[in-house]
Every structure is written in C-alpha cells, then in structure tokens.
C-alpha cells in the first residue's frame, strides 16, 4: 500500500501519485520560464484536482486547461502561474500582502493560488451555477481570505478599490476605464485582450503620471460576456 505523506488530505484517492504529479508540472513550469519560487511553491500546494469534476482528477496536473462546466474552464497551469508572477512582480507587492481583484472566479483555481500570496483575494463570477460549488469549495478547504461575489465584473468592484492588482481571467477585446480606475497606485492589471482567435496577455501598470503597458505574448482563454445568469 502507499504510504500517504503526514497532513496531506488524499481526498481523490490520489496519494503520492498526486504529489509526484505535482512536482513534474512545477518541473514543466520552470522550465517553461515560470521563476517566482513562491508561485511555483502556490502551484505545488493547491490541490488543484479539488477544483475539477473528479472524472478528471487524473489529468488535474497536467499543463492543461479542463472543461468545468457551463462552457467554462479552468486555466492551463502555465497561464495562472504567469498571470500571477507578473502581478507579483509589480511595486505594490514588494513587500508582500496586496489586495486583489479576479474577474473570472470559476473553479476559484486562480483566486485559491493567490490566497496564500497576498493578504486579500476578491473575485467575481457571472454564472452562479459556478459560483455556488465554487463558494463551498474555497470554504471547505479553508481559504478564508477569498471573497467572491455573483455579478458581471466588467467594471470591476467599486466599493472595494482601489485594488493593488486585477486579474481577468476572460477575454476582452476592451478594458473598460472604469476597471483601470480601481488600480491603485503602482498597481497592475493583466487580461487576456483581443478577439477570440487572437488575444495577447496585457499588462497595465498605474503611475502617478499615467498608465504603462506592456504586451507578454499569445493567450487562449474563454470570452468575458456582458450581465450575469443563474
Ligand atoms: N479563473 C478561473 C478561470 C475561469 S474561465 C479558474 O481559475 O478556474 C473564465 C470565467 O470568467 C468563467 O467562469 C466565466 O463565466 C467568467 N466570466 C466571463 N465573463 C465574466 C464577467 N463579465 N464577469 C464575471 N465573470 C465572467
């Protein structure tokens, strides 16, 4: 029998396998160009077969994206652990902590690896059929800085800005203003922007003399559609 490695839950039945599995994609991912220890120490650490239809647990760290219903997906592990690195390495993280944004909650994948990076997770998910497996997800695995919210995040949550970092996780083929505005100083927003054959990683830095941006390659992700469903 295989031996499970003390306080490491085995939920899917995958044991060590899982822990094997996940050590060869941070593997991948480094040499993929992924360098940020702590990212790639957030991707060891997430069980990210928790977050997928248990049909799929088997493929849960492979390099991959995977359906997760309601035409969703959930990032390849490259994308969330660029998207994340990039954000980190923006001024307001220096030295830890930050308040972000994710637009796309999902599977809360994504908001699941930042939780342990940064001192405040929100993130807000159009499809409440998602939502709502998603919210019992993060509670049950004990992810008690993440608050996620039902609603269209094209314009972000002005309530709560401004915010250190936003991340959308849905293609647009425009940034709206208004979700530029709620960047704090020395903040930085990254989204997948172009039409659905064609989308670059963008990333937007706020300084005090006006936005920078810069492109960091081709991405593939769903599309960020307008108002919200059930
Ligand atoms: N970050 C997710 C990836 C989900 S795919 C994860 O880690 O699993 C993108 C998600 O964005 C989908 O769930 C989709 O429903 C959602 N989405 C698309 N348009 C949106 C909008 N306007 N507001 C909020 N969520 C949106």
New binding site residues.
């Given amino acids: 029998m295989m031996s499970l490695r003390h306080g490491q839950p085995d939920t899917a039945g995958l044991g060590m396998t899982s822990q094997r599995a996940r050590d060869r994609l941070v593997d991948d991912l480094r040499a993929k160009g992924i360098a940020d220890a702590h990212v790639l120490d957030a991707i060891r650490t997430v069980p990210r077969h928790l977050?997928i239809d248990e049909a799929l647990a088997s493929r849960a760290y492979e390099n991959t994206?995977l359906p997760?219903g309601?035409?969703?997906?959930?990032?390849q592990p490259w994308v969330?652990a660029r998207m994340t690195e990039v954000l980190l390495a923006g001024p307001n993280f220096a030295n830890g902590g930050g308040k972000v944004l994710?637009?796309?909650?999902?599977?809360?994948?994504?908001?699941?690896?930042l939780s342990g990076l940064v001192d405040q997770v929100y993130?807000?998910?159009?499809?409440d059929e998602?939502?709502r497996p998603?919210r019992r997800r993060l509670r049950k695995l004990g992810y008690g800085n993440i608050r996620v919210r039902h609603?269209?995040?094209?314009i972000g949550w002005p309530e709560l800005a401004p915010f250190d970092g936003i991340?959308v996780?849905?293609a647009?083929a425009r940034i709206e203003p208004a979700l530029l505005d709620q960047l704090a100083e020395g903040g930085r927003l990254i989204a997948p922007v172009g039409p659905s054959s064609q989308q670059e990683l963008v990333c937007y830095q706020r300084d005090a003399d006006g936005i920078t941006e810069s492109n960091l390659g081709a991405v593939l992700?769903?599309?960020?559609?307008?108002?919200?469903?059930r």
């Fill in positions: 977050f994206a997760i309601c035409g969703q997906t959930i990032s969330v994710e637009i796309g909650t999902g599977s809360g994948y994504q908001a699941a690896v993130s807000i998910e159009r499809i998602l939502l998603t609603d269209d995040g094209r991340l996780t849905a647009t992700f769903v599309p960020l559609l307008s108002g919200t469903v």
